[in-house]
């Protein structure tokens, strides 16, 4: 991916390494990442969800419910 979506994704790991989630997560990523849009934190977010990392199922479901947040805002 692009650099813009890899400083989305970088943002949205250390949002979850705090234990932030929904909109906590989102305000998180928005403040942090000044490049951050509803395309980018849906990319940056299915690609947390590939991610053989994260296995954890309350992790991606966090993963999922920003993503499927952010897709219907946009």
């Known amino acids: 991916m692009g650099r813009k979506v890899d ?6 790991i250390l949002g979850l390494s705090h234990g932030l989630a929904s909109h906590d997560l989102y305000d998180f990523i ?4 000044a490049v951050s849009s509803n395309k ?3 990319r940056a ?3 947390a ?4 990392r ?7 479901e966090h993963v999922y419910s920003i993503a499927a947040d952010r897709r219907l805002h946009a």
């Open 54 to 60: 994260f296995a954890d199922r309350d992790v991606l």
């Open 7 to 12: 400083k989305v994704y970088e943002t949205l």
């Open 30 to 33: 928005s403040s942090g990442c």
């Open 45 to 47: 977010s299915l690609m």
């Open 49 to 52: 969800m590939s991610d053989a």
């Open 40 to 42: 980018r934190i849906c």
